[in-house]
């Protein structure tokens, strides 16, 4: 299926309106929004809006594509930035949100993280944590969540979350692998650079150089929500 481009002149209003819809059909069918948040910046002005958005946050579930080794206050931490802007202003419950614990060993970590998403697929009857809505971003070098190209988390077919080594950090990070990613209902790419449209153009386009143009090959729902 192609992905769906979308130029956005209002990229926050539409971020957030293309979140709330999702969680008001999978609210509607199973009583549950289950979404995953990405990191990095440009998500940071789509979680401040969203976070007054009123969705109904009891019956919503928070997971995070990637985290990297840090304790949850470093600066670094994807779930720091996702606290400050969203967690915090919506008074999201706490059993709500699945943190990743960069703190520990990251291949435990992982582990952890792999039996929180396999317990609720349990509840729902499914072979593998379903997302209603996946979001992401893309690097300049097409990497996704914590999917950087020539990685090891790349090729992973099995598992659901893994511990990635990424030379360019010399460190590890805790990623989704394209499994988890492609059992997602539906998937969203925010990219609000206009500086990435080359890259954007190659990995939407299903270029499998870029670990994006992967997610774009076996997903079903992929939509690239564009700033420019
Ligand atoms: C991370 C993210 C990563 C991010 C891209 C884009 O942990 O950094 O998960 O995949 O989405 O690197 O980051 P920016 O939005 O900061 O450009």
Known sequence: MEPEIVHSSSFVVDAVALIAAEAETAIAERGLFRLSLCGGNTPRSVYAL???????????????????????DSDQSNF?????????????????????????????????????????AARFGEARYRHDLLLLGIGDDGHTASLFPGTSALEETERDV?????????????????????????VCFLVND?????????????DLRYPSGRVCAECGRVAWLLGF
């Open 80 to 120: 720091r930035m996702a606290r400050e802007t969203l967690l915090e202003s919506a008074a999201i419950p706490a059993e709500n949100v699945f943190r990743m614990r960069g703190e520990i060993d990251p291949k435990e970590a992982a582990r952890e993280y792999e039996a929180k998403l396999a317990a609720v």
């Open 50 to 72: 969203l976070a007054r958005s009123g969705l109904p946050w009891d019956r919503v579930q928070i997971t995070f594509g990637d985290e990297r080794c840090v304790p949850p």
């Open 162 to 186: 893994v511990a990635n080594f990424v030379p360019k950090f010399d460190a590890h990070r805790i990623t989704f692998t394209f499994p988890l990613i492609a059992a997602a209902r539906r």
């Open 194 to 206: 206009p500086a990435k449209e080359e890259v954007v153009r190659k990995a939407s386009a299903g």
